[in-house]
């Protein structure tokens, strides 16, 4: 089983819309969880933490649900400029990184 | 503050040729990690070193790959007889250490290469 599990998707949606994405992982003493951004042949971007509490950084909001095992990522009033792939990435006990395999997302005019 | 360096940006070899990848981390920075991305595929671990010290290596191919991260300079990811399939883009990243542990990890803009 894989430590981290994404949709890959591809999530197309038009502009203005509303879309989520989920990750699922397998260590349940997982310790720090991030989503990642990557455009097209470049490397990824930090786009934010995830805590337990939620975090929210303008149209964005990224939850954890430990109980369940996955964090998600939400993405409200979407822009053409949002078109890239979103990586959730999980660090463990042992401060490993495990990256997702990515989630692609495309707005459309 | 600069970021991950990474050089060459683009690196054209031979079919047995070897490749050497250099990362510098960013400033303070004492881990760094070696990430492969084969076309349309997602990002796969190789390395992870501290100065000196290849903490987990678990995602190196068993022959012809090597990494270093040494005192003094860059860290290095070494390909040696490069076949075609080495062809790729390799992603450094470093991250800071807390008192946790380390923390997110900042990318370089990756080194292309193309094995002909």
């Known amino acids: 089983r894989k430590e981290v599990e994404q949709d890959p998707g591809p999530f197309n949606v038009p502009e203005g819309a509303t879309v989520a994405f989920n990750c699922t992982y397998s260590?349940?003493?997982?310790?720090?969880f991030f989503w990642y951004r990557q455009d097209c042949r470049k490397e990824p971007k930090l786009l934010m933490s995830?805590?337990?509490s939620g975090n929210e950084d303008g149209r964005f909001t990224a939850q954890l649900n430990r109980a369940s095992q996955y964090i998600s990522l939400l993405i409200r009033d979407s822009k053409l400029s949002d078109s890239a792939t979103y990586l959730c990435?999980?660090?463990?006990?042992?401060?490993?990184?495990?990256f997702g395999t990515g989630t692609s997302l495309t707005v459309i005019p | 503050n600069a970021g991950v360096m990474q050089n060459p940006r683009h690196l054209v070899r031979r079919r047995g040729q070897e490749a050497r990848l250099r990362c510098s981390p960013m400033?303070?920075?004492?881990?760094v990690y070696w990430y492969r991305q084969l076309p349309e595929e997602g990002l796969k671990f190789m390395v992870y070193?501290?100065?000196?010290?290849?903490?987990?290596e678990s995602g190196m191919p068993k022959e012809r790959f090597s990494a270093e991260f040494p005192k003094e300079g860059p860290s290095i990811l070494r390909i040696q007889q490069v076949v075609r399939g080495d062809s790729a883009a390799y992603f450094c990243?470093?991250?800071?250490?807390?008192?946790?542990?380390?923390?997110?990890?900042?990318f370089g803009p990756g080194t292309r290469l193309t094995v002909t």
């Open positions: 990243a470093s991250s800071p250490l807390n008192r946790q542990g380390p923390y997110e990890q900042y």
């Open positions: 260590n349940s003493a997982s310790q720090s």
């Open positions: 995830v805590y337990s």
């Open positions: 990435v999980v660090i463990d006990t042992g401060n490993q990184f495990y």
């Open positions: 400033k303070g920075h004492s881990h």
């Open positions: 070193l501290q100065k000196e010290n290849i903490i987990d």
